[in-house]
């Protein structure tokens, strides 16, 4: 099955808000069977959605599109498709009462008088419940084919498009395909090596991978690898995909941490977790975002104790005991400080386990022996600790990330025995 995605709402094409919606569209139909063939972003004006919705339809018979269905004058997605398929505005009353509860519930007073507009539905549309906000979704199927109208809103959207879409594109689906041919893909993340020298280890094994197509996907965290089959038949394509991630395991070695979009803060909670350790931390230049990489898993206060945030050399001094004098003959930005660092958190949170970072994030205070971009890291495990020091490049906010990264790999590296 083809189809074409719509993204509606003038703040798009300004470049204010970026076009996520039509990408989380993209991912979730590709594994069930479901092309996309076409893209296209459009303003809030209904002549031009209107136009747009006709020749989606003259193409493939079916258009998903987002946004515009706010209660908003500037919300006109609805009327311009209703117009397409001669379907009137009417109202619904038990969606109209829906959303008088709705606000009922969340204490802010009586429905304003604009949402009711949101429970005027095309005639013979089918309202795809959306219990994360006031917009329903819809769909209409008519003699020009089929068109579903999905929120803009990121979460509400992505909430219809698994309860309601992809179930009703399923049936769809099965009853049109007897052979039914999928395009699914596998993530293999990568961190701590270039993706110049991921695809060193990889190139000679790339034609063994047959029909399946490997991309590197370079990032602040590290490189992940794409591993896509492209309309493979649905009883082939996970054995296929999953021996392309068997053959290039082995080569990755220690720099794989895991697949999909697994969080390398929840892998080293896992594994702490599972050989009963706490951990704790201390930073400096990343100012509490390793902690809130940690924090923002859930389940971790099993593991995760607490950490301290010394971003002054007063603070090491006063709150994890680093002696002054190592201050003076290293400098706060040096291995033997972060290992300081690390000894005395693990000793005032009483832990197995600790990491610290201190660095130079910029876009001061660099110096030609320590310029913007160094960082010396240390992990701490029982009696042993390892540590290193790093350049990263990037803006302030990058140099963060790339250091409550490595902290974490170097940790996780730490715990198997790598480092």
Not at 132 to 140: D, K, N, Q
Not at 193 to 201: F, L, Q, T, Y
Request: charged residues 25%; neutral net charge; contains cysteine.
């Amino acid at each position: 099955m083809d189809l074409e995605i719509v993204t509606i709402g003038t703040e798009l094409l300004l470049g204010y808000t970026q076009d996520s919606n039509a990408a989380d569209i993209a991912r979730s139909l590709a594994p069930i069977g479901v092309r996309v063939v076409r893209r296209s972003t459009v303003g809030d004006d209904e002549a031009a959605i209107r136009q747009l919705v006709v020749e989606c339809l003259e193409r493939t018979g079916f258009v998903i599109l987002t946004g515009g269905l706010g209660p908003t004058r500037d919300d006109v997605t609805k009327k311009a498709v209703a117009r397409v398929f001669a379907a009137p505005l009417e109202l619904d009353n038990d969606y109209l009462e829906f959303l008088r509860q709705r606000f009922a519930r969340l204490g802010t007073g009586p429905m304003p008088g604009s949402n009711r507009s949101q429970a005027e539905i095309p005639r013979g549309a089918v309202v795809l419940s959306n219990p994360r906000g006031t917009a329903p979704g819809l769909w209409l199927d008519g003699a020009l084919g089929v068109a579903i109208l999905l929120p803009g809103i990121p979460n509400e959207m992505r909430g219809i498009l698994q309860r309601e879409v992809i179930p009703r594109l399923r049936v769809r689906l099965n009853e049109q395909h007897g052979h039914l041919r999928v395009t699914r893909s596998r993530t293999m993340r990568t961190t701590g090596v270039p993706e110049s020298k991921v695809a060193d280890r990889l190139t000679a094994l790339e034609p063994a991978l047959g029909a399946i197509s490997l991309a590197y996907l370079p990032g602040v965290d590290g490189v992940d690898l794409r591993l896509t089959a492209w309309e493979m038949p649905v009883h082939e394509v996970d054995g296929a995909l999953g021996s392309a991630v068997a053959l290039l395991r082995p080569a990755l070695g220690s720099d794989f941490y895991g697949e999909g979009d697994v969080d390398l803060a929840a892998v080293v909670l896992d594994r702490m977790r599972d050989a009963g350790f706490a951990l704790a931390v201390a930073e400096s230049c990343t100012g509490g975002g390793l902690g809130a990489r940690l924090t923002a898993v859930p389940g971790s206060s099993e593991v995760f104790a607490g950490g301290v945030i010394s971003y002054s050399n007063r603070s090491k001094i006063r709150d994890l005991g680093v002696s002054e004098r190592l201050i003076e003959e290293h400098g706060a930005v040096s291995v033997p400080v972060a290992e300081a660092m690390a000894h005395g958190v693990r000793d005032r949170f009483a832990t197995d386990a600790a990491v610290a970072v201190t660095g130079v994030a910029g876009p001061g205070g660099g110096t030609p022996e320590k310029p913007v971009g160094t960082v010396c890291l240390a992990a701490c495990l029982g009696e042993h600790t390892s540590s290193l020091k790093r350049w990263f490049p990037g803006s302030r906010s990058e140099v963060r990330q790339r250091c409550a990264q490595a902290a974490l790999d170097l940790m996780r590296r730490r715990l198997e025995g790598a480092v």
